[in-house]
């Protein structure tokens, strides 16, 4: 078979993996990229059905198990302070690049503004960007006038 019909199967299979996400049709097409090299060396169709078929084999016997496992792991949970960074705030007294307060998740919170020209009056919604100490650095949603 010539290489570039393993190309096509390896391009047909990638993009079957890309809406499906099950890890098999990634290391199909994978293996269809072996293949296309072996037919590109010049090695018969016998010489590429079997480096597609160990390729395959190998990938889902041994890469598909353990990327799965590592897909399974719950994501990290944030605690404490880091828990608020993403959070939406209500700035409670006006926030600039050295001062300002904020009530984030029920707590009021030391703050300033993480762009050093930016003053945020009382009432603007802000994103937590980051915590440093006690302080929350935080954006403006929408810039106001």
Excluded: C, N
Aim: charged share 15%.
């Amino acid at each position: 078979m010539p290489w570039f019909v393993w190309l096509l199967a390896a391009a047909a299979l990638g993009v079957a993996e890309f809406f499906t996400l099950t890890l098999v049709f990634g290391l199909l097409a994978g293996a269809a990229l072996v293949a296309a090299v072996v037919a590109g060396v010049g090695i018969g169709l016998f010489g590429q059905l079997v480096a597609f078929g160990v390729t395959a084999a190998a990938g889902l016997v041994l890469v598909r198990p353990v990327a799965q496992r590592h897909m399974a792991q719950a994501p990290l949970i944030r605690e404490g302070s880091d828990a608020l960074i993403g959070k939406r705030a209500e700035v409670m007294q006006e926030v600039t690049a050295t001062r300002g307060l904020i009530k984030v998740s029920g707590e009021e919170w030391s703050a300033r503004a993480l762009d050093e020209s930016h003053v945020i009056p009382v009432g603007a919604l802000v994103d937590v960007m980051e915590i440093e100490g006690v302080t929350a650095v935080v954006y403006p949603r929408e810039l106001l006038p």
